[in-house]
């Protein structure tokens, strides 16, 4: 599965960084990649920086980039997250507010959806792969 998720996440981010991308959709994707730290960080708020409905901007996004913004925003967040667990030894709970979650348990849940393995349980995978 996580072989899966990286084949997916490297054309993902292939994709994004091609130059015939529309250069709205290259604009949100900067925006989202500078803002998605910020816990108070909305799809809405994307949406009106660049004066869109949340339906165009998920049209939009999802004929560019193949996934919703939802799910490139949260991948953005776990990918970070995975990184720091890791790279660091932060606290899940330092970890949470870092990758832009205000609540542990939401990101907990949503870590392990991505994952299927708790933030803990990634943690100690990759110290026991670097043994």
Known sequence: LDGILRTGLTEVMQSSKSEDKRPLIQNILAFMTESYTDPAFTLAAVAEKF??????????????????????LTML???????????????IKDICAEVGYSDVSSYIRRFKQYTSLTPLQYRQNAKGAEE
Do not use: G, I, V, W
Request: hydrophobic fraction near 30%.
């Open 77 to 91: 967040r776990m990918e970070h997250a995975k990184k720091l667990l890791k790279q660091t030894d932060m606290s």
């Open 51 to 72: 004066s869109l409905t949340t339906t165009r901007l998920t049209l939009e996004f999802k004929e560019n980039m193949h996934m919703t913004p939802s799910d490139y």
